[in-house]
């Protein structure tokens, strides 16, 4: 199996009780699963994004570190109706090549695309820079990217999205986050202007944000879940003391099937890089989350604990230097777990000045204590001097 085959490796852990935890026993490898036919597929599921109206199919297809077209292609074909991109993927090369991708089938798509912009005409100017590498005259959903606190949904960018709504540009309004669940998504559904929202949802959050999601729900707004696989670390070098630990077949799947198996969720839209892993992520719309799957997901726990942040919010504002603690070990983990260097090191740029030059080796104690085990000072000093 080719060696970028999510199959190989280990996604992440579920958040069970201590006492389930404790008595699960080390689980092998029971044999490969029976291969889905990538050209014949079961009856696909779909999932309605609250009050949009937009059907899409449960398992929908996250483009931010695809780079074959043809994998974006064969999804098409297969039935995936839902691609989810941004202006600031791979520098702009990822909307180029959904672009290319979804040439003279966009009709029957739906597509969505992401600003981190404050200002409105700068935000406007992505969306037109968007949609002229998308090939297309709109877009259905068009997201206020990454976004934490309440404060963040400001006056110009939510002005920005009812400008693109009138001219026609988008269809639907979105926030994307990946932390400060408890502020954000309130706000979302309180705004009234906000028609989806994105959110980071994996096994490793337990069901910390389920009754936000129920909420989202009963109000209309649609919910789709992001970093279903909780950080990948696909690329660990083989022969290594946590590259062996991390293979481990099915995980990637169990992640997925974790997700879907709750109903408040619309859609997710997992990374997708080959057809081995388009082939998997297929399967999950239509396996159910079984026992087993949960004792292979609350094993790996233990594996990534130290790597993956659950955006719990808990080291929010505790660095006395002021370093924005969950962010810097996200992108630490697009390069360690998707092997994006480039994204990481982009993201980290987009720091002030007065952020980067920090360096944790220089304190002689890390006042941040994460509660879910993260060892937050490796994890600094690594994003640190992977992108500083």
Request: contains cysteine; aromatic residues 6%.
């Given at each position: 199996?080719?060696?970028?085959?999510?199959?190989?490796?280990?996604?992440?852990?579920?958040?069970?009780?201590?006492?389930g935890t404790a008595a699960v026993k080390r689980l092998e490898p029971a044999g490969?699963?029976?291969?889905?036919?990538?050209?014949?597929?079961?009856?696909?599921?779909?999932?309605?994004?609250?009050?949009?109206g937009l059907k899409v199919t449960r398992v929908a297809f996250g483009t931010m570190v695809t780079s074959d077209q043809s994998v974006v292609e064969k999804a098409i074909d297969m039935g995936i109706n839902y691609f989810d991109t941004a202006v600031s993927y791979?520098?702009?090369?990822?909307?180029?090549?959904?672009?290319?991708?979804?040439?003279?089938?966009?009709?029957?798509?739906?597509?969505?695309?992401?600003?981190?912009?404050?200002?409105?005409?700068?935000?406007?100017?992505?969306?037109?820079?968007?949609?002229?590498?998308?090939?297309?005259?709109?877009?259905?959903i068009w997201y206020i990217h990454a976004k934490s606190r309440a404060e963040q949904l400001t006056e110009g960018r939510l002005e920005a999205q009812e400008i693109a709504k009138k001219k026609g540009m988008i269809r639907f309004s979105g926030v994307s986050?990946?932390?400060?669940?408890?502020?954000?998504?309130?706000?979302?559904?309180?705004?009234?202007k906000i028609d989806v929202i994105l959110t980071a949802y994996n096994f490793t959050m337990g069901s910390q944000i389920d009754d936000l999601l129920a909420q989202a729900k009963r109000a209309g707004v649609g919910v789709v879940a992001m970093k279903v696989m909780a950080g990948g670390?696909?690329?660990?070098?083989?022969?290594?003391?946590?590259?062996?630990?991390?293979?481990?077949?099915?995980?990637?799947?169990?992640?997925?099937?974790?997700?879907?198996?709750?109903?408040?969720?619309?859609?997710?839209?997992?990374?997708?890089?080959?057809m081995d892993q388009l082939e998997e992520d297929m399967r999950c719309m239509w396996e159910p989350f079984t026992e087993r799957d949960q004792q292979i997901l609350a094993q790996q726990m233990e594996f990534i604990r130290p790597l993956y942040c659950r955006s719990c919010g808990h080291c929010e504002e505790l660095c006395p230097k002021g370093l924005p603690v969950s962010d810097l070990v996200r992108f630490a983990m697009y390069a360690d777990g998707y092997g994006q260097y480039g994204l990481g090191r982009e993201r980290f740029l987009e720091l002030p000045e007065e952020i980067r030059s920090v360096r944790c080796r220089d304190c002689k104690e890390?006042?941040?204590?994460?509660?879910?085990?993260?060892?937050?000072?490796?994890?600094?000093?690594?994003?640190?001097?992977?992108?500083?």
């Amino acid at each position: 199996m080719a060696a970028s085959s999510r199959r190989n490796f280990l996604a992440a852990g579920l958040a069970l009780p201590a006492a389930g935890t404790a008595a699960v026993k080390r689980l092998e490898p029971a044999g490969a699963p029976a291969a889905l036919s990538l050209a014949a597929p079961k009856e696909l599921k779909f999932g309605q994004l609250g009050k949009t109206g937009l059907k899409v199919t449960r398992v929908a297809f996250g483009t931010m570190v695809t780079s074959d077209q043809s994998v974006v292609e064969k999804a098409i074909d297969m039935g995936i109706n839902y691609f989810d991109t941004a202006v600031s993927y791979q520098g702009g090369n990822c909307e180029a090549m959904v672009g290319a991708a979804i040439k003279g089938k966009r009709q029957k798509l739906v597509i969505s695309t992401k600003s981190q912009r404050e200002e409105k005409e700068s935000a406007l100017a992505d969306l037109e820079t968007s949609l002229k590498r998308l090939g297309t005259d709109y877009v259905d959903i068009w997201y206020i990217h990454a976004k934490s606190r309440a404060e963040q949904l400001t006056e110009g960018r939510l002005e920005a999205q009812e400008i693109a709504k009138k001219k026609g540009m988008i269809r639907f309004s979105g926030v994307s986050t990946h932390s400060g669940f408890d502020n954000i998504i309130p706000a979302a559904i309180k705004s009234g202007k906000i028609d989806v929202i994105l959110t980071a949802y994996n096994f490793t959050m337990g069901s910390q944000i389920d009754d936000l999601l129920a909420q989202a729900k009963r109000a209309g707004v649609g919910v789709v879940a992001m970093k279903v696989m909780a950080g990948g670390f696909r690329r660990v070098k083989p022969g290594s003391k946590l590259g062996d630990t991390l293979k481990k077949e099915g995980a990637m799947m169990a992640a997925l099937k974790w997700v879907l198996r709750n109903q408040n969720v619309d859609t997710a839209i997992p990374s997708i890089t080959d057809m081995d892993q388009l082939e998997e992520d297929m399967r999950c719309m239509w396996e159910p989350f079984t026992e087993r799957d949960q004792q292979i997901l609350a094993q790996q726990m233990e594996f990534i604990r130290p790597l993956y942040c659950r955006s719990c919010g808990h080291c929010e504002e505790l660095c006395p230097k002021g370093l924005p603690v969950s962010d810097l070990v996200r992108f630490a983990m697009y390069a360690d777990g998707y092997g994006q260097y480039g994204l990481g090191r982009e993201r980290f740029l987009e720091l002030p000045e007065e952020i980067r030059s920090v360096r944790c080796r220089d304190c002689k104690e890390c006042t941040v204590k994460c509660p879910n085990g993260v060892a937050v000072v490796d994890r600094l000093i690594r994003a640190q001097e992977l992108f500083g």
